[in-house]
């Protein structure tokens, strides 16, 4: 059954705490990407990565850090310098190349900072 | 520059009737326009695509309807069903890369 599985589905953290939300696909997908949902705002792009051991910030990486150490992971680590962490991250993959294909969103995150 | 700008915020359409939802860009690189559909709690599906060089693309009762010299486009949801209410967006993504710009969303409620 392929697909993008992301854990905790909820997570609370208290303030000051830094938290790793998983992100792991099945599709044998090169791209990755991490997003940040808040109401109102659409899907902001955290982070992405187009291959193994190399990413890029995306238009909010600010507190906020990524790994890529294998092709089918890529964890987000929400660091106590984020201001204001509480959200829906959504982590989606997509086979990558240049002439543009889907992107595959998994079911999200919402993390909840006391 | 790589904004997308969605239109309405929220939009209430009876059963069978026809739902409409505007975009508007303005970097003319897009091209590629993607269309989502995210219902609460769950992570965004792709609904229907379309590039620069058509105008229309239908995909069963979901049309992207696709203006170049306007830079906008828009999607139709005929016949619609309160089961197609969601969240919508739209997005955009620039040649060589592979980040999607997104439309802040549109909440559509069909009632019955």
């Known amino acids: 059954d392929g697909g993008i599985t992301q854990s905790p589905k909820y997570l609370f953290r208290k303030e000051g705490q830094n938290v790793t939300l998983s992100c792991e696909q099945n599709l044998n997908h090169d791209a990755m990407y991490w997003y940040r949902q808040d109401p109102g705002q659409g899907l902001r792009l955290i982070y992405y990565s187009q291959i193994v051991n190399d990413f890029q910030k995306g238009d909010i990486a600010e507190g906020y850090s990524v790994s890529r150490e294998k092709k089918e992971s890529f964890p987000l680590t929400v660091t106590s310098v984020q201001k204001n962490p509480t959200a829906f991250y959504l982590c989606a993959s997509s086979s990558g190349g240049a002439s543009g294909d889907t992107q595959y969103f998994g079911p999200g995150t919402r993390l909840t900072v006391l | 520059q790589q904004q997308v700008k969605q239109s309405p915020q929220s939009l209430i359409v009876q059963k069978g009737g026809i739902s409409i939802i505007n975009c508007a860009y303005e970097?003319?690189?897009?091209?590629?326009f993607p269309w989502y559909q995210q219902f609460p709690g769950k992570g965004p599906a792709l609904l229907i695509a379309?590039?620069?060089?058509?105008s229309e693309k239908k995909e069963g009762r979901f049309t992207i309807s696709f203006n170049k010299s306007a830079k906008q486009f828009s999607l139709h949801i005929m016949d619609s069903q309160p089961g197609d209410s969601a969240t919508y967006f739209c997005?955009?993504?620039?040649?060589?890369?592979?980040?999607?710009?997104f439309g802040t969303g549109t909440r559509l409620l069909v009632s019955p």
């Open positions: 970097n003319t690189a897009f091209d590629y």
């Open positions: 379309i590039r620069p060089d058509v």
């Open positions: 997005a955009a993504r620039s040649p060589g890369f592979q980040k999607l710009v």
